[in-house]
């Protein structure tokens, strides 16, 4: 279990890491720009419909549900949910075929490109990525249930390696919508092929019943599509309102939610996996969620003191190349700096909807995530700031409905975390903050990245005995 949970853990931070590679290519190729926005909608059109409508499902109930199938009816009920997908991706790429401007413009309100038959043709092309996708999310979860977990986080690598490599390929002058549209119905072809040959799942069609209940997983289905692709399309509600606010807003935010989802991968989400068996195996234990909101408060300050002491400098480090401008990196620092914010609720997020779903309160958590959207809505429609605003009341609200839920650990979280640890950590970035304004102030990028990568290991060393513990 070690070692499949390492492969599958370096497998998906592998990806997300060439996931974010794709953007700085990108950026670097088109900057911050109406091309940008149109390629960026064009690359993220399948994951976003299939990660908002699907994948939900494919995680929450197709997995345990296959689990509990005797041998016989196992390849039956995967043949009918593979079915389902790809017939249900299918109809959602002959609608965006029918209809290519109509999506564009919910999804980037405002954007009138040029070469507009280019641009729908490109929609066209990459609509047919999206059965492929849908399809692989049902392989993904034969292959769960087979124990092969590193295989779905190597289909996610080599969907990335083969977009990175279109836009390196990719000659000055070319046209880049097009070419982007046939490299992700490649990658998307290339991942699905990888999973069929490593997974070998039964891939004969089937639309008959399945013994053991196939109504109850339709249930199930459904229920997991909710819960799990709701922070999926509160990401795409706000980025479509973020698009709103002119040519290249769209590129802006997009590239500040890949450093955002990048931090939330490496640092949060594997100690949320962590401690959900631990939460599941003693859910009246309240010491094991105290200590780990005591570990993920000081993880999420020093996170975010890292992003103020260097995140500019390394928003220019990374971004700033062909053409991408100052500038365009200035949108993209202040949307950053503002999603920043958001880092210590998303963490908190994850370890308490965890302790829910360890005591089999999942439809809370659904509630929980359908009332912080609709609060993140309201105040994105009515407040200033629009979409960043939405972003972090979302994120807030989402938090704090969680921990209302736990049982009161206030007091068990400052008895594993100290006093002592808080002061330290607070003098700590106090200090590495008037370093950075008085030594460094002048100094150049690398040394400003550098300091903040410090300043982030030496606020994280007093919480070290409380990781031992967990």
Known sequence: MIRATLFLSVALLLGRVLGFLREVLLAGRVGVSVEADIAIL??????FVVGVLLAGGFTAALVPALRQQEAPARPALFRLV?????????????????????????????????????????????????????LAGAVGAWANVQDRFFVVGLGTVLYNVILCAALLALAPGASLILALALATVCAGAGRLALLILVARPPLLPRLGPVPGGARRLLGLFAAGVLAVGTAGAAHLIFRSLAAAGGAGELAAFTYALKLFLLQVTIFFGPLAT???????????????????????????????VVGLVSGDALARLVFLRGEMTLPGVGRVIVFAKLMMLALPFAARELIAAAWLIANRR?????????????????????????????FLVFYASLAGLHLAALPPLAGRVWAALRLWRVLLMCALALAFATLDRTLLATGGDGARVLLGLGAGAAMLLPVLPLLRRL
Request: proline share 8%; no cysteine; aromatic share 0%.
């Open 42 to 47: 064009v690359m993220t059109l399948p994951e």
């Open 274 to 304: 962590v401690l959900l068996p631990r939460m599941a195996s003693a859910p009246a234990d309240a010491a094991i969620p105290a200590r780990g909101l005591a570990l993920i408060l000081p993880l999420a300050l020093a996170t975010v």
């Open 82 to 134: 593979a079915t389902l997908a790809l017939l249900i991706g299918g109809l959602i790429a002959a609608a965006i075929a029918v209809a290519p401007g109509a999506l564009a413009t919910l999804l980037a309100p405002g954007l009138v490109p040029e070469g507009a038959e280019i641009w729908t043709t490109a929609i066209r092309l990459v609509a047919l990525s999206i059965p492929l996708a849908a």
């Open 362 to 390: 999942t439809g809370r958590v659904l509630v929980h995530a359908l009332a912080a959207l609709g609060l993140g809505l309201l105040a994105a429609l009515g407040a200033p700031g629009g979409a960043m605003t939405g």
